[in-house]
T-cell receptor, first 112, second 113 residues
Framework: NAGVTQTPKFRILKIGQSMTLQCTQD?????MYWYRQDPGMGLKLIYY???????DKGEVPNGYNVSRSTTEDFPLRLELAAPSQTSVYFC???????????FGPGTRLTVT | ELKVEQNPLFLSMQEGKNYTIYCNYS?????LYWYRQDPGKSLESLFV?????AVKQEGRLMASLDTKARLSTLHITAAVHDLSATYFC?????????????FGKGTLLTVNP
């Protein structure tokens, strides 16, 4: 049971490039989330999903897109990367009705 | 808008001492979480507090929740170096679904020999 996995671990993008951050969980969790963490700050919710085919915006969705075609996968797409998107991105998941979110190891993204 | 405030944001303490981290939140909530994050690592769940008066303990850490005061505390007893990390509280508003956690900024704890 790998839990929540994320790829890549690190990435450097040039301004205007695009990329997809991958997130997979093998716990059959319904709910999945994307957060970003800026230095010295808590986590802020970007997007979340309550099941395959259902996604919704969180607190800071601008510049990102998501899709959820399967229960296991929840990729985050960055279009036209900007320096303000330099951050550490965490994916998390939990079962509907349970309290605890399980976090992946994170992706450290730098946009220059 | 739900606001979650932790204090202190930085805490340097000596091994063997006791201290408390505070987490205040601005709207009613029936779920509060404490997480630990080591430098460069992901978040690890410590405690889930689901009702007023809830108290949970694990080793040298004890968390409590007072929903009337909108306050949770994380008490550290006889600190050891291994407890050095950043501690976050996170809150879900009452009536909210099991998502949209709002995090505090975190408390960076350094335990010195």
């Amino acid at each position: 049971n790998a839990g929540v996995t994320q790829t890549p671990k690190f990435r450097i993008l040039k301004i205007g490039q695009s990329m997809t951050l991958q997130c997979t969980q093998d716990m059959n969790h319904n709910y999945m989330y994307w957060y970003r963490q800026d230095p010295g700050m808590g986590l802020k919710l970007i997007y979340y999903s309550v099941g395959a085919g259902i996604t919704d915006k969180g607190e800071v969705p601008n510049g990102y897109n998501v899709s959820r075609s399967t229960t296991e996968d929840f990729p985050l797409r960055l279009e036209l990367a900007a320096p303000s998107q330099t951050s550490v991105y965490f994916c998390a998941s939990n079962l509907a009705g349970t309290a605890e979110q399980y976090f992946g190891p994170g992706t450290r993204l730098t946009v220059t | 808008e739900l606001k979650v405030e932790q204090n202190p944001l930085f805490l340097s303490m000596q091994e063997g001492k006791n201290y408390t981290i505070y987490c205040n939140y601005s709207t009613t909530s029936d779920r509060l979480y404490w997480y630990r994050q080591d430098p460069g690592k992901s978040l690890e769940s410590l405690f889930v507090l689901l009702s007023n008066g809830a108290v949970k303990q694990e080793g040298r850490l004890m968390a409590s929740l007072d929903t009337k005061a909108r306050l949770s505390t994380l008490h550290i007893t006889a600190a050891v170096h291994d407890l050095s990390a950043t501690y976050f509280c996170a809150v879900v508003p009452s009536g909210g679904s099991n998502y949209k956690l709002t995090f505090g900024k975190g408390t960076l704890l350094t335990v010195n020999p």
